[in-house]
């Protein structure tokens, strides 16, 4: 069978809103690099609900993993150090 | 009923009828607050989970023989659903047609309901964070717009004479960007856009997993052959790789399957051999949207 394609982003150093961490919409270095454009930004699901017209929180979700082809540049351009990229 | 529903063919355009655009079903269906609390959030759309399933991971079960084919089904018949939907955080009956320059000038002229406008590309924002001025919005939707700064362009012109909005269309259009037309949700009309694949997030369904998720064109391309001098400035240009070089003859080849109808390449031919023909008097495409 085909190998499945995992993309992991480490959310404790990219996006969620926290200060320390990059704000992905400053960022996109990942969305902008990937050929298949396979990441999505979008706000944090459940946050800042009761005020969605200014939300603070936004993160990036790798959302179709099978299309990537693997060719590593995220990785290599992401600056937090945030994504992971395995095989199973 | 019937006017209202999504008619092929024939000179049966949904797109240009004006009852789509009209006040009157601004009105009946409340589409102020359902739109607004829809695009407040639009970018979650695509990872909020859908009847208990998360949409992420979704495109491998989509690979899968028996469970693929009753997902895209599914997923299809959502977004072709003919009936106002109740819930604005999914995409139901949220379905769109490419539309070649010459339809989306008639929609801009003749349909298009005011105040129009230009707003950054949410698609284009939510896969690669870059704010595009290049979708045009009609009426209640305008108004939704520009109460969400996100999307309200910061150089470029926010409010749109008719005039203004068809040669911005023209221009991204000759840039080689797929013209669309969607309900959003049906029965409203609200935008045209001007794509690119694979950032659309209507394309793309349909494109990589071949989900009903856009219409092809009421159109097919045609080439003359006398004209064509083979250069091959049209292959880089069509968005869905329907034009190739035959590689024995070294003469282009169109794969009219393949073909969505957008029209763009004709832009490029220097000699003007490339002209759109109405889909339905193509027997092998005929029917097949
Ligand atoms: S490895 Fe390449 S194709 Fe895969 S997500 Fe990263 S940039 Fe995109
Ligand atoms: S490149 Fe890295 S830090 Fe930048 S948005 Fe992508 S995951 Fe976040
Ligand atoms: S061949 Fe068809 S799909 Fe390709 S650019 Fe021309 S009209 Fe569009």
């Not at chain 2, 690119?196 to 990589?208: K, N």
């Not at chain 2, 190739?244 to 029209?263: A, H, V």
């Amino acid at each position: 069978m085909k190998k499945k394609t995992i993309i992991k982003i480490d959310y404790s150093l990219c996006g969620d809103g926290v200060k320390e961490n990059v704000d992905p919409r400053e960022c996109c270095k990942c969305l902008r690099i990937c050929k298949p454009a396979i990441f999505l930004l979008h706000q944090t699901l459940g946050a800042k609900e009761d005020n969605p017209l200014d939300p603070e929180c936004w993160r990036v979700t790798p959302l179709w993993a099978s299309l990537c082809t693997l060719c590593m540049e995220c990785v290599k351009a992401c600056p937090a150090n945030a994504i992971q990229i395995t095989q199973k | 009923m019937c006017e209202l529903c999504m008619k092929h063919g024939a000179g049966g355009k949904w797109y240009l009828n004006a009852k789509h655009y009209s006040d009157e079903v601004v009105e009946k269906y409340g589409l102020y607050d359902f739109l607004l609390e829809q695009y407040k959030n639009f970018e979650q759309m695509s990872v909020r989970k859908v009847s208990g399933f998360s949409p992420v991971g979704m495109d491998y079960r989509m690979r899968m023989p028996i469970i693929g084919r009753i997902i895209k089904n599914m997923a299809g018949n959502m977004l072709n659903k003919q009936r106002f939907p109740k819930d604005p955080f999914k995409p139901e009956s949220h379905i769109g047609q490419i539309v070649p320059m010459e339809d989306a000038i008639a929609i801009i002229e003749e349909c298009a309901a005011e105040p129009i406008i230009e707003k950054n590309c949410m698609c284009r924002y939510m896969s690669r964070g870059e704010k595009e001025a290049c979708c045009i919005n009609f009426g209640v939707m305008s108004e939704v717009i520009s109460q969400l700064p996100r999307f309200v362009p910061e150089k470029d012109k926010f409010h749109l004479t008719r005039k203004e909005a068809v040669e911005r269309f023209k221009a991204h259009n000759r840039k080689g960007y797929i013209g669309t037309i969607w309900f959003g949700p049906f029965p409203y009309i609200n935008n045209l856009c001007s794509c690119e694949s694979p950032e659309c997030a209507g394309i793309r369904p349909r494109v990589d997993f071949g989900i009903m998720s856009v219409h092809k064109a009421e159109y097919v391309i045609g080439l003359e052959k006398n004209r064509c001098d083979d250069c091959g400035a049209c292959i880089i240009k069509c968005p869905f790789n329907a034009i190739e070089k035959d590689p024995y003859s070294r003469k282009i080849k169109i794969d009219l399957d393949k073909c969505f109808g957008c029209g763009v390449c004709r832009h490029v031919c220097p000699n003007d051999a490339l002209f759109l023909l109405p889909r339905d008097i193509v027997p092998e495409v005929a029917g097949k949207y």
